[in-house]
């Protein structure tokens, strides 16, 4: 079962999973992505993909969900730095709450594997570079404070009830489908808009870029390998760009021409900018001979490609939060 299936990295995930001779039980909070949604071609009659529509926080309808599942991918969250500086309540009930029903239902079930999400933003600030998984927890906002708590909900199942739990800590993830709340749609969908300035905020902190389908494969590889067995794993590779130069490369691979401005609306509070991410991917390639493999310069053609092709989708002109 994957939880978040119809969202970006999930919907990615389930495809690898068809491809691999899965039969996969998408979990969804429905909500449309254009008309029909990142599952629509699994809507047909005898598709290996059973759609069950439902929400984390309901341990009821998790429970029933979970019923004859082997392994659960667990990427159903509540996303987005700025919303939840508005509204960090709802994070706390949607990724601590949804995430102890899902555990739960795991461990009732006895389920071979539980694979859950977290989230590289746990770190914060890099106090030493390239990250490990020991490297210290910063909650820098509501939402890394949330996923932080979910991670040790997750991992106290393994400790207190032996339920196989793996935590997968992917660094920033990019590719078709991710929405416009991330920095690089946003800035793709800015350029084939035609925008003459692109509008973004802090253009110093660095972040470490994996493309979605090496991030997805990095969860398949995981859910097989026992020596992540109750321990923290990074997906990243291992580099690091400056968002001012993200947005020079995204202008050179969309071939559209703009000047990149700071618009101080999208800056973050001064104490939550995490201001460097760069990940050690040391665990993921030694235990599950993991790497990625789409280089950022293909992966941001790509992701440049797709978005001029479903600019419908986006509101170029409005900050998503």
Excluded at 6 to 29: K, M, P, W, Y
Excluded at 113 to 125: C, D, K, P, Q, W
Aim: glycine letters at 8%.
């Amino acid at each position: 079962m994957v939880t978040g299936a119809e969202g970006f990295i999930g919907s990615t995930l389930v495809d690898l999973l068809v491809e691999a001779g899965a039969e996969v039980r998408a979990f969804v909070h429905y909500k449309p992505y254009a008309e029909k949604g990142n599952l629509a071609r699994y809507l047909a009659p005898g598709s290996p993909v059973e759609m069950i529509a439902g929400d984390v926080r309901d341990a009821g309808r998790v429970m029933d969900a979970v019923a004859g599942c082997d392994t659960v991918f667990h990427l159903a969250a509540l996303i987005g730095i700025p919303y939840s500086y508005d509204s960090p309540g709802a994070y706390v009930q949607t990724n601590v709450v949804g995430t102890e029903n899902i555990a739960e239902a795991c461990r009732r079930h006895g389920v071979r594997r539980l694979v859950h999400t977290s989230t590289s933003e746990v770190y914060g600030t890099a106090r030493t570079a390239p990250i490990s998984e020991e490297h210290p927890l910063q909650p820098q906002s509501p939402y890394s404070a949330s996923k932080i708590g979910a991670d040790m909900m997750a991992l106290s199942h393994w400790h207190a009830f032996e339920l196989p739990v793996t935590v997968v800590r992917p660094f920033n993830t990019y590719g078709p489908r991710q929405s416009a709340r991330a920095v690089i749609p946003t800035i793709l969908a800015q350029l084939h808009s035609g925008a003459r300035q692109i509008k973004l905020g802090s253009l110093t902190p660095t972040r470490d870029f994996t493309y979605v389908t090496d991030t997805a494969a990095g969860f398949l590889a995981l859910a097989d390998c026992d020596r992540a067995l109750g321990q923290v794993v990074n997906l990243g590779s291992g580099r690091e760009i400056a968002i001012g130069a993200l947005a020079e490369a995204l202008i050179a691979a969309s071939g559209r021409s703009a000047e990149v401005v700071v618009d101080r609306t999208r800056l973050r509070p001064s104490g939550s900018e995490v201001e460097r991410l760069l990940s050690d991917n040391s665990r993921a390639r030694q235990w599950a001979s993991w790497e990625p493999r789409v280089s950022l310069k293909e992966g941001l053609e790509r992701t440049s490609e797709w978005v001029a092709d479903h600019l419908h989708l986006f509101r170029a002109e409005r900050y998503q939060v």
